[in-house]
């Protein structure tokens, strides 16, 4: 059975992925539950899990 890794995304990748700026990221980690994973002093995140957190609902701010 072969294993299928996804990469870790940075910032960057995100912010372009989603269509927001890289600030708004930081924001929604600091003020909201986004899946995001801190390496060293980097942020980085999985795509699939993005998708699974906007698809709940979880990412609104109210």
Do not use: C
């Not at 890794?5 to 269509?19: F, I």
């Not at 924001?27 to 390496?39: E, F, G, Q, V």
């Amino acid at each position: 059975m072969e294993t299928i890794y996804e990469k870790w995304s940075d910032l960057e990748d995100v912010a372009e992925y989603l269509g927001v700026t890289k600030d708004t990221i930081r924001n929604w980690i600091k003020k909201t539950d986004i899946p995001a994973h801190k390496i060293g002093r980097q942020w980085k995140f999985k795509i699939s899990e993005l998708d699974k957190w906007i698809k709940s609902g979880n990412s609104a701010i109210e």
